[in-house]
């Protein structure tokens, strides 16, 4: 057993809080896992249903090969053995969104078996989170009830549609963990294209187990919290379920095994039901389904596909570019900001592109509350910025205001300075005419910088300012010096 | 000129080729011969209407000298295959008004090839039931009567409408499915030629679901011939079935009357039960006799799992079922109760109002045999010995042929006089139920009668898609049996 990591303080000692999560990934595929019906979002009510979805009598499932695909690849970017040989059951209960009676699941054999994912914390730590599996399985529709006193309605474009859910091993020790293990699961779905992530679509969404127990001790009981939908209010789930339950051990009380529900406006969570009314689902295997027998070369072929992943990105950027762990993490954390990054900092000073890439263009497209994908300033135009840095065109100062004018104007950076002059001078004889100006202007403080060196730099500010912020910078000190005597 | 209902359906299919006469007649003349017929409420539903207009599109396209292989003979339709903008009931009131807008597979391609729907046959509700009294339409008569006796009987189930209207002439042929003997049991009872093909033969999509993994469309004919003729319409691979085999699809009627000499037919001393009458013990050994005269080398072969079938089926057939109905909830289609207060109680309502006994038994059973604590004990066990059975019939194959077997431990039987036993109405499935665990093809052909009238069956099953060989066994014992009795039109 491993040391505990993370405690938390009760009345009567110290408590380790142990999460598992079982997520819910919609896949991304034109069509429906069983049915040719279309799977995207945002349909009118019951547009996207075929016979199949609606359980019409007769109607046979037959599997969709991308999703399948989509699964594998998957399995391979959570580092996870894939199963060759995999069932589909049926799991039984009544429910008007699930027209069948039954979600075709997978139950003891599912396509995915046991991987693992690093998982780096907001305090820079990084854990290995373990995969229990991966299975594939159907959507139900959606009820709603708010649109008439006495009726409800059902919209079934969801039934059908393909999920994929990635149980974890019980391997997070607090909020933090599971926050960002549900976030680097994100990453990774999202660039290998299997997910788009999208949580206010319902894309991605988890069931969050909690237990807690002494340090060292066996596993205490666990309870379920269904259905929780964003990363804050996965922390607040993890965070109120392990003060409730060590509250109730302490005061001599017992965990029940049960499912709970996550109420947004409260930040708590409340029973939903116990073990006592657990449904018994029947699972059997789909008589209308063949085994899936999985060729193990398409697997590979799968795998040659893959897109360059996350962890294998920042480790690259940090040899390749020197970037520090957090940098690179944070760069390789979004496949499209990483790709952003790579095209300006391409045979240029890595830190310099990271720097400029994550602090003024994030920080620009943040308060202008835009993605990468809208950002006025393009990859290309940034490098040339950084190059006007480089070739001492224009000095840092400068590249900051040029930048803000790219940004709102959306202009290649060499036209700005041109038709601002914003060049920077560099002529020596130009510099030393303002120079000699501000010196025979203001004889107190050159007296002043004979005693006390470190007030040159008031020189400095006089010389820029005169120069419109134009003047090299380097060049300003250097005939400051000499001609100042410092 | 004879009525073209006395023509085989191979018959009427060359009379009409040849202009001998037309496809409206032929239609005419079945409809008139159900009209009737209603004392033995074959049809739930009869589509005259649409079978004329068909029927004439078929002679356009005879006229012209165009037409598929099937065209222009009238079929009965059991009323578990879906049929487009045409009632299907299951035989059930949960499905009350439901019209599907598609049409299943198998019937989509009899018409495919010319055949023209005379309507919907009766049937045991959902398929459940060995003598078609489980049906919401009440039960259909067997044309046939014992001598001397007005007792209504059964005509077997649960395709019973399909094989009294073969018998009865009331269609050309039909089809029906076959999951624990559904189609070879009624064939047996009503002197008619029934083929259940290799499961994965012929789609499922479009059939109303039984139990999975077992059901099997096939038809329902008159002769051998017929039956071949109807099973290379009806086969075939579909993709929007994933249990469908891509296979080829052989001319079955090229196989009638190929030599049987030095085939090895098994016999397997385990198919006997207690109290099985002298008759069908001395027609089987008659079978046996007849193969020997063709030329064919008898095996005596042991299958000791066939005891454990029956249990079996009585295992996964109601666990599939149990999971295949819940979709019948009130909610999409059919039926919904009029009174309930919450979802739950229309769930109940619903579903205790629509369902009939028997059903309600096999979910039941079904929902038993697949709960917590019992999964292991009943499905998972069921699951190894089917398993079992498989194997043993694959090795019994190995030495054999053709295994010859009787089709049915018993003549046709009075209305009500297994109603109150349903352990005695399931052993009618004793001889046949063996072919759906291990997705054999097998057929029952009319091989006599009993001593009070009754026709009497064999069995024969094959190796997994060895239909050819299948049909060929059927036409010699067709050829040898010549049972040409049918029974006394007394309907009408």
């Known amino acids: 057993m491993n040391e505990p990591r993370k405690l938390l303080k009760g009345e009567t000692g110290d408590w380790e809080v142990v999460v598992g999560l079982e997520v819910h990934a919609q896949v991304t ?51 996870a053995r894939i199963n060759l040989w995999s069932r589909f059951d049926r799991k039984n209960y009544f429910y008007p969104d699930l027209p069948q009676g039954y979600q075709i699941s997978q139950y003891k054999d599912p396509i995915v078996g046991e991987g693992s994912i690093e998982v780096e914390t907001e305090d820079g730590e990084t854990i290995t989170v373990g995969v229990e599996r991966l299975h594939l399985e159907q959507d139900a529709g959606k009820s709603i009830h708010d649109l008439a006193p006495r009726e409800s309605y059902v919209d079934l474009n969801r039934s059908g549609v393909a999920l994929m859910e990635i149980v974890s091993k019980p391997d997070m020790r607090s909020a933090d963990e599971g926050a960002a293990y549900f976030s680097k699961l994100r990453t990774i779905v999202r660039y290998l294209g299997t997910c788009d992530g999208n949580m206010e679509e319902g894309s991605m969404r988890a069931d969050v187990n909690v237990s807690v127990r002494r340090p060292g001790e066996e596993l205490g009981t666990r309870t379920e919290t269904k259905n929780v939908n964003s990363i804050r209010a996965l922390r607040q789930v993890i965070d109120y379920e392990a003060r409730r339950q060590i509250e109730v051990i302490e005061s001599g009380g017992t965990i029940d095994q049960e499912t709970r529900l996550f109420d947004v406006k409260t930040g708590e969570t409340r029973t939903m039901r116990s073990k006592e009314d657990a449904h018994d689902y029947r699972y059997f295997p ?86 990468i994908a809208d950002s006025p300033v393009s990859a290309k135009q940034l490098g040339e910025l950084i190059d006007l840095i480089a070739d001492q065109t224009i000095s ?58 470190k007030t040159m730099g008031w020189f400095v500010g006089q010389v820029m300012k005169a120069t419109g912020g134009k003047a090299n910078p380097q060049a300003v000190n250097e005939i400051l010096k000499k001609k100042l005597g410092v | 000129m004879t009525n073209p209902a006395d023509l ?12 001998k006469l037309s496809a409206l007649e032929a239609t005419d003349a079945y409809l008139a011969r159900i009209e009737k017929a ?70 989509g391609n009899l018409w495919r090839d010319g055949a023209v729907m005379l309507g919907k046959l009766n049937m045991d509700e959902f398929a459940m039931g060995s003598s078609n009294e489980t049906s919401f339409y009440g039960p259909v008569i ?98 929007k079935d994933s249990t469908s085999v891509d296979r080829p699809v052989p001319d079955y009627e090229a196989a009638l009357g190929r030599s049987v000499k030095g085939l090895r037919i098994g016999v397997p001393k385990e198919y ?169 093809p097998g057929a029952s052909v009319p091989a006599g009668l009993d001593a009070q009238g009754l026709p009497l069956g064999l069995q024969l099953l094959a190796k997994p898609f060895d239909e050819e060989i299948l049909f060929k066994g059927m036409y010699a014992l067709e050829q040898a049996a010549g049972f040409t009795a049918r029974p006394d039109e007394w309907w009408g």
């Open chain 1, 29 to 79: 595929s034109v069509a429906k896992l069983f049915s040719g019906a279309g799977a995207t979002y945002g349909a009118g009510p019951n547009e996207n249903v075929s016979l199949v979805d609606a359980a019409m009598p007769g109607m046979l499932p037959v599997i969709n090969k991308y999703c399948v695909e989509q699964a594998i690849r998957t399995g391979l970017g959570l580092n």
């Open chain 2, 38 to 107: 209603g004392k033995l409420n074959a049809f739930i539903t009869v589509t005259a209407d649409r079978a004329r207009d068909a029927a004439r599109a078929c002679d356009a396209r005879l006229a012209k000298g165009e037409g598929g292989p099937l065209e222009g003979v009238p079929l009965g339709v059991k009323d578990l295959f879906c049929t487009e903008g045409v009632l299907t009931t299951a035989a059930s009131h949960i499905l009350d008004g439901f019209k599907p807008p598609y049409e299943s597979m198998v019937s």
């Open chain 1, 396 to 453: 840092g100062r400068i590249a900051k205001d040029v930048f803000a004018i790219m940004f709102d104007t959306g202009e290649d950076p060499g036209k700005i300075v041109e038709e601002k002059g914003l060049k920077q001078v560099t002529d020596a004889g130009a510099i030393e005419k303002v120079v000699d100006d501000i010196i025979a202007a203001n004889p107190k403080q050159v007296e002043q910088v004979k005693e006390k060196p």
């Open chain 2, 142 to 239: 067997n044309p046939w009567r014992r001598a001397g006796d007005e007792a209504a009987l059964t005509p077997g189930g649960s395709s019973g409408g399909s094989s009294a209207a073969t018998a009865a002439r009331l269609c050309a042929a039909t089809i029906g499915t076959d999951t624990g003997g559904s189609i070879r049991q009624p064939a047996a009872l009503t002197g008619t030629v029934g083929v259940k093909p290799t499961y994965g033969r012929c789609s499922r999509w479009g059939i109303v679901a039984f139990a999975s993994s077992l059901d099997q469309a096939g038809p329902i004919a008159r002769t051998s011939r017929d039956a071949a003729v109807m099973l290379r319409s009806m086969a075939g691979h579909d993709p």
């Open chain 2, 272 to 440: 006997r039960v207690d109290g099985m009458p002298a008759e069908i013990e001395t027609l089987w050994a008659d079978g046996v006799q007849w193969m020997k005269d063709a030329g064919c080398e008898i095996v005596d072969i042991s299958l000791p799992m066939t005891k454990y079938a029956l249990p079996v089926y009585y295992i996964v057939a109601p666990a599939e079922a149990s999971s295949n109905l819940a979709r019948y909830d009130g909610v999409k289609y059919g039926h919904r109760a009029k009174e309930f207060d919450d979802i739950l109680s229309m769930y109940e309502n619903t579903r205790a109002e629509g369902f009939g006994d028997e059903v309600k038994r096999r979910i039941l059973i079904g929902t038993y045999v697949l709960s917590a604590g019992y999964y292991d004990a009943y499905y998972l066990r069921a699951q190894k010995v089917r398993k079992k059975i498989f194997d043993e019939f694959a090795g019994a194959f190995e030495k054999v042929d053709l295994i010859l077997t009787p089709s049915a431990p018993s003549a046709a039987f009075a209305l009500g006089e297994k109603t109150a036993d349903p352990v005695q109405m399931y052993l009618n499935d004793v001889f046949t139920v063996t072919g759906n665990l291990a997705g054999l």
């Open chain 1, 286 to 371: 789909d008589p209308d389904l063949l085994p899936l027998e999985i060729d193990p070369a398409w697997v590979e072929e799968i795998r040659a596909s893959l897109p360059e992943l996350p962890d294998a990105k920042k480790h690259r950027f940090m040899k390749d570019y020197g970037l520090s762990a957090y940098d690179a993490a944070v760069l390789a954390a979004d496949k499209e900001k990483a790709a952003f990054f790579e095209a300006v900092a391409k045979g240029r000073d890595g830190k310099l592109a990271s720097n400029w890439v994550t602090t003024e263009l994030f920080g620009a497209l943040n308060k202008a509350e835009k993605d």
């Open chain 2, 8 to 19: 085989t359906l191979a018959e009427l299919r060359d009379a009409l080729k040849d202009k």
